[in-house]
């Protein structure tokens, strides 16, 4: 958000008060978890993961059972961290409704800002009929850490929010019976978390928010997504992974599949076709098989024609399956060539917002109709992309992408990363922040609409040097996190680029690491404050400057301007709508001239809760360009005019 101060001490610091590992899951012997039992935290390192529990979308077929655990369940803070020793895993002693998925914050006026221990519980019945199946319980994500337990047996837990995981539960489960699930979730802010928390003891207190946090968003706890039970054949498919090519008209689709157990047999790949469907044999040899299929005369996936295909991969038994997972998949490119963005061989230019889920009552919990309202703005905007600034949204978020056609720069939650703290910490962050890559892009990575990793927000420095120069130490510490975070997604992933988002006044050396570069940059607002002209000018300068350093694409991924809705001013003025978009507008037409530029990215969307401050009125971010409740500024009108296909006047 901020560039660091010649002082040293960014004022995102400053007024932040100065001074952070799991999605990591570790699941509990008791209950002899089978092939997805997730990794102990321990064995976190560089080495690739193969399988990330409960990355797949469990889904209903005629082989797979789903049940959505969504609705009212049993809620109680527990502040004295009481729960665990007096077993509340077996009832809570004062329970009150509370619904799932949602945060907690906004519900209840003693969890406000509560983001201590709290507990949910479920009865549920689990079906006679599931007798035969592997059984597993899906926590869609909860922020930040989860334990749960299943009729007072510890089952595994989780950190690192935002991400999915799973845990088999085949033995523990009572079938024809009702079940006892028990969720303990907490979102302290600590200082070796992703996000990281403040450190304490330190730092301008008077000016920090509240809560604290590292970062400029309300750190909604609870249970975000859904909760399900779902179930799985024996033997079943455990990871697809797709990748597509173009061929003249042809689309070529590669398929990996892997099925449990090391599974060695016969499978089918399939895709629906306009012309019948496509197949091919997968050949499983210890649990893996792989195949390619040629599309002829494919459509080709695109924001303008989101067409999609729909692939089901199958595992054989005398030549009838006994289980199969289906997934909509599109045909697309995304490449990097000099200083250009390639989609489908052709240059794309990003015009595009970077959004939060945060809205007013839910908080960040899932809400559908406000998904699909969103998108509807988007693309009344004509917004062609967006990122996922700054953690990973919710499944939901990336398919109605894929449907609709936006191209999302996905982002792990390495937000507020500060290369000048403990050496300690560091390596925790990188060791969460691998972990949420690899589970994010197991995930994520069949979407055609995901285009980018991101690994990074506005990582910093410290404070800076008195010549003003940055900290070597902070430097090589966080050339190195880029180093391990690019390469692992290279590695995971070999077909998408990588980018960060750069703070304004952050060393630049950490820009040559990654294949796209994103700068967020403030001119006009948080430096250079009313002087549009001037910020104009130094935008101008500074991608010049960074594309003749590097020459990359570039895209802007955040740039803005606080806004009062119905502030109005001529000369426009700060925090009115015409300055907003008056800014917006020079910003644009500064990237528009610099074929460089892959995209502009608008910081933001909508405006958002933050924790209360000094610059936050109403515990607002309001450089949304459109209203918390989602009602137009005229900067939205402005984007229309720019973006919107028929470009209407503004
Ligand atoms: C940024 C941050 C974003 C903030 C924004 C702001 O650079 O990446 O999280 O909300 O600035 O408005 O200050």
């Not at 959505?68 to 502040?79: M, R």
């Not at 010049?544 to 991924?557: G, Q, V």
């Amino acid at each position: 958000m901020l560039r660091e101060d010649s002082d040293g001490i960014s004022r995102r610091d400053f007024l932040k008060g100065v001074g952070t590992a799991g999605g990591a899951a570790a699941a509990s012997p008791l209950l002899g978890l089978g092939a997805a039992t997730p990794r102990p935290e321990a064995e976190e390192s560089d080495t690739v993961r193969s399988h990330t529990p409960g990355a797949m979308r469990p889904q209903q077929s005629e082989f797979r059972n789903l049940l959505d655990l969504s609705g009212l369940w049993q809620f109680q803070l527990d502040p004295k961290d009481q729960g665990e020793n007096d077993r509340w895993f077996n009832g809570l002693p004062s329970p009150q409704p509370i619904p799932v998925p949602a945060s907690w914050n906004e519900l209840f006026d003693d969890a406000a800002n509560y983001l201590g221990f709290a507990w949910y519980a479920l009865e549920t019945w689990i079906p006679k009929t599931w007798d035969g199946q592997r059984i597993f319980l899906r926590v869609y994500s909860a922020t930040y850490a989860a334990k749960i337990w299943l009729n007072g047996e510890f089952v595994g837990e989780h950190k690192g929010g935002h991400l999915p995981f799973a845990f088999e539960i085949t033995r523990g489960a009572r079938l024809g019976q009702s079940n006892r699930i028990a969720i303990r979730v907490e979102n302290f802010q600590k200082p070796d978390r992703v996000p990281p928390g403040p450190p304490t003891g330190r730092g301008l207190q008077f000016l920090s928010s509240y809560p604290a946090t590292t970062y400029d968003f309300f750190p909604y706890a609870g249970i975000d997504r859904q909760v399900a039970l779902y179930t799985c054949p024996p033997t079943h498919v455990e990871d697809i992974t797709v990748t597509t090519r173009i061929e003249g008209s042809d689309g070529l689709v590669t398929v990996a599949a892997r099925a449990t157990g090391n599974w060695s047999g016969k499978g089918r790949a399939e895709v629906a076709t306009d012309a019948g469907p496509v197949t091919a044999d997968l050949n499983f040899e210890k649990g893996e098989a792989q195949s390619e299929l040629r599309l002829p005369s494919a459509h080709f996936w695109s924001p303008d024609h989101p067409h999609l295909y729909r692939l089901t991969v199958s595992l054989l038994e005398s030549e009838r399956p006994f289980d199969a997972y289906a997934l909509h998949i599109g045909v697309r490119t995304i490449e990097v060539q000099g200083d250009r963005l390639l989609l489908n061989h052709q240059p794309i230019v990003l015009h595009g917002v970077d959004k939060h889920e945060d809205f007013p009552l839910h908080g960040k919990g899932l809400c559908v109709p406000q998904l699909v309202r969103d998108y509807q703005l988007l693309k009344w905007m004509g917004v062609n992309a967006y990122r996922t600034s700054h953690y990973p949204y919710s499944e939901e978020a990336m398919e109605l992408a894929d449907r609709i056609g936006i191209l999302i720069l996905d982002e792990i939650p390495a937000v507020g990363l500060n290369f000048s703290r403990s050496q300690q910490d560091i390596e925790a962050w990188t060791a969460m922040a691998q972990s949420q890559l690899r589970d994010l892009i197991a995930r994520d990575k069949n979407h055609p609409s995901v285009i980018m990793w991101s690994v990074a927000n506005e990582p910093g420095a410290g404070p800076r040097r008195r010549g003003g120069g940055h900290n070597p130490r902070a430097v090589a510490a966080g050339g190195s996190y880029f180093t391990k975070m690019v390469g692992l997604a290279h590695q995971l992933d070999p077909t998408r680029p990588v980018i960060f988002a750069s703070v304004q006044g952050g060393p630049r050396e950490w820009l040559k690491y990654v294949d796209v570069i994103g700068i967020n940059r403030y001119f006009g607002w948080y430096s250079d404050g009313g002087r549009l002209e001037l910020a104009e000018q130094l935008l101008a300068k500074d991608l010049d400057a960074i594309h003749a350093l590097y020459s990359k694409p570039i895209i802007l991924t955040e740039f803005g301007a606080d806004t009062i809705a119905g502030c109005h001013s001529l000369p426009p003025q700060m925090w009115s709508e015409d300055y907003q978009a008056d800014l917006l507008g020079r910003y644009l037409d500064v990237a528009e001239k610099r074929p460089f530029m892959a995209g502009t990215l608008v910081w933001c969307f909508a405006d958002f809760r933050t924790g209360q401050n000094i610059i936050r009125a109403e515990g607002m971010n309001q450089k949304g360009v459109f209203t918390r409740d989602r009602r137009p500024k005229r900067a939205a009108h402005l984007l229309r005019s720019r973006w919107h296909p028929s470009r209407p006047v503004a």
